[in-house]
């Protein structure tokens, strides 16, 4: 199907829901602040915490075995500076998108999307790691808000979505494929409409654009590259929203392999095997991750 017409669909769908969630203004505020040069941790910080919702995630996602600090951190302030002012700014994304969309009333529940969303960063930051890719963490985030768009068809349009994930579960065809049939636009349109409203940077717009079809990126394509794969690991490897468990791949056929092998000759070599079993033991992560992060609403210290 014709990709403007699936985005002027999805145009219209999201245009037509008055109650669309925002990001809180903190988080605009703290991405806006971290242009300025000058900017210190202290001013950060301020702002920070007078989000506490925001600030206790950002604590969850510290402590998580993603950033494996040696001793818990349970001040924020010694988080930024453990972090960095530079990944701050990733952070106020990713937990105001996981703010944005925390009403468990969709046709995904809320755990299945984020394990699978945090599964996808988790794999991404590892494939980034293998081809030599200059910033994990940006991998890492494009990971976790790659299906943006699905939050939206499983709050917004429940029904005819669920009649998509029923149809995935017995025809041996893809999520993706299945929406642009079903629905007549997919969750790459529908997400890429809803990261521009909400002022996202553009190489994220793309690859939440391009992640089913990393040839079309033209921006960075190889970050659209490494979150189709991980995405395709993903879904292998049951973090795939309970979805159908018929899927398989051939590394050798994804077009994303071939983008990551003319970036990074060396990924000839790799054994695919061992690989996997890499990846394998990150779903244990994954899920403690995902439930630490949903099942505590504990205060932080300043
Ligand atoms: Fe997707
Ligand atoms: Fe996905």
Same mark, same amino acid.
């Given at each position: 199907?014709?990709?403007?017409?699936?985005?002027?669909?999805?145009?219209?769908?999201?245009?037509?829901v008055?109650?669309?969630?925002?990001?809180?203004?903190? &988080?605009?505020?703290?991405?806006?602040?971290?242009?300025?040069?000058?900017?210190?941790? +202290?001013?950060?910080?301020?702002?920070?915490?007078?989000?506490q919702?925001?600030?206790?995630?950002?604590?969850?996602?510290?402590?998580?075995?993603?950033?494996k600090?040696?001793?818990?951190?349970?001040?924020?302030?010694?988080?930024?500076?453990?972090?960095?002012?530079r990944?701050?700014?990733?952070?106020?994304?990713?937990?105001?998108?996981?703010?944005?969309?925390?009403?468990?009333?969709?046709?995904?529940?809320?755990?299945l999307?984020?394990?699978?969303?945090?599964?996808?960063?988790?794999?991404?930051?590892?494939?980034?790691?293998?081809?030599?890719?200059?910033?994990?963490e940006?991998?890492?985030?494009?990971?976790?808000?790659?299906?943006?768009?699905?939050?939206?068809l499983?709050?917004?349009?429940?029904?005819?979505?669920?009649?998509?994930?029923?149809?995935?579960?017995?025809?041996?065809?893809?999520?993706?494929? &299945?929406?642009?049939?079903?629905?007549g636009?997919?969750?790459?349109?529908?997400?890429?409409?809803?990261?521009?409203?909400?002022?996202?940077?553009?190489?994220?717009?793309e690859?939440?654009?391009?992640?089913?079809?990393?040839?079309?990126?033209?921006?960075?394509?190889?970050?659209?590259?490494?979150?189709?794969?991980?995405?395709?690991?993903?879904?292998?490897?049951?973090?795939?929203?309970?979805?159908?468990?018929?899927?398989?791949?051939?590394?050798? +056929?994804?077009?994303?392999?071939?983008?990551?092998?003319?970036a990074?000759?060396?990924?000839?070599?790799?054994?695919?095997?061992?690989?996997?079993?890499?990846?394998?033991?990150?779903?244990?992560?994954?899920?403690?991750?995902?439930?630490?992060?949903?099942?505590?609403?504990?205060?932080?210290?300043?």
């Amino acid at each position: 199907m014709d990709k403007n017409l699936m985005l002027e669909r999805a145009e219209i769908l999201v245009g037509a829901v008055d109650d669309l969630p925002t990001i809180p203004v903190v &988080a605009t505020q703290v991405i806006q602040m971290l242009d300025d040069p000058d900017v210190s941790v +202290e001013e950060i910080a301020d702002l920070m915490l007078t989000d506490q919702v925001m600030t206790a995630r950002v604590m969850k996602l510290i402590n998580s075995p993603v950033y494996k600090p040696a001793h818990e951190i349970t001040s924020l302030r010694r988080a930024l500076v453990y972090l960095g002012l530079r990944h701050i700014r990733e952070l106020a994304l990713t937990t105001s998108v996981i703010g944005a969309f925390d009403a468990d009333s969709g046709a995904i529940g809320l755990n299945l999307f984020w394990e699978h969303s945090f599964g996808v960063g988790m794999v991404s930051k590892i494939i980034a790691r293998k081809v030599g890719y200059e910033d994990l963490e940006k991998a890492y985030i494009a990971g976790i808000i790659h299906d943006l768009g699905e939050v939206f068809l499983s709050n917004y349009l429940r029904e005819p979505f669920q009649e998509v994930l029923d149809k995935i579960k017995s025809h041996p065809i893809k999520l993706v494929d &299945a929406e642009a049939d079903m629905l007549g636009t997919t969750h790459c349109e529908i997400g890429l409409c809803i990261a521009r409203k909400w002022n996202f940077p553009e190489v994220y717009c793309e690859v939440i654009s391009c992640h089913h079809n990393p040839g079309r990126a033209t921006i960075d394509p190889i970050l659209s590259a490494i979150v189709n794969l991980a995405d395709l690991f993903c879904t292998v490897r049951e973090l795939n929203y309970g979805g159908s468990q018929w899927i398989s791949f051939n590394l050798n +056929e994804e077009e994303a392999w071939s983008i990551l092998k003319k970036a990074s000759p060396a990924l000839a070599q790799l054994d695919e095997e061992r690989f996997c079993y890499e990846l394998d033991d990150a779903v244990p992560d994954v899920k403690e991750l995902v439930a630490s992060i949903f099942n505590s609403t504990e205060r932080v210290n300043p």
